[in-house]
């Protein structure tokens, strides 16, 4: 892993031949993570990054994602691989807005 990520960094893309090693080597959830990074979906707000799923979103630290097969299995989840791929790759969606503000405003005003 550390290896890979190091060439990812190296050439700053997605090469056909890194994509086809990720997948030889992640699998199912190497493929998840390079669908999420070209769909734009793995996005660095001010104060979190934020990987999009299929039915909700999962809010990422360096070693640490929210989902359940993080906190329940503690495997490193596709959304953890994304990152960082993404980080290594200089793919990450830059968001100008905190991921916070989002939350609160879906949850609607107090009191309203
Ligand atoms: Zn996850």
């Known amino acids: 892993m550390s290896d890979l ?7 700053q893309d997605l090469t056909l031949s890194l994509r086809e090693e990720i997948v030889a080597t992640f699998g199912d959830r190497g493929k998840k ?16 990054l934020v990987v999009e799923g299929r039915t909700a ?20 989840c ?16 830059l968001v100008d807005g905190w991921y916070q503000d989002r939350w609160n405003i879906s949850r609607g005003e107090p009191g309203s």
């Open 5 to 11: 990520l190091y060439r990812i960094k190296e050439k």
């Open 33 to 48: 993570a390079l669908a999420a990074i070209d769909a734009g979906k793995v996005k660095q707000y001010r104060d979190f």
């Open 57 to 76: 979103e999962y809010v990422v630290d360096e070693d640490f994602c929210t989902c359940r097969d993080f906190l329940y299995r503690g495997t490193t």
């Open 78 to 93: 596709w959304h953890l691989l994304a990152v960082r791929i993404a980080m290594g790759a200089n793919l990450v969606k």
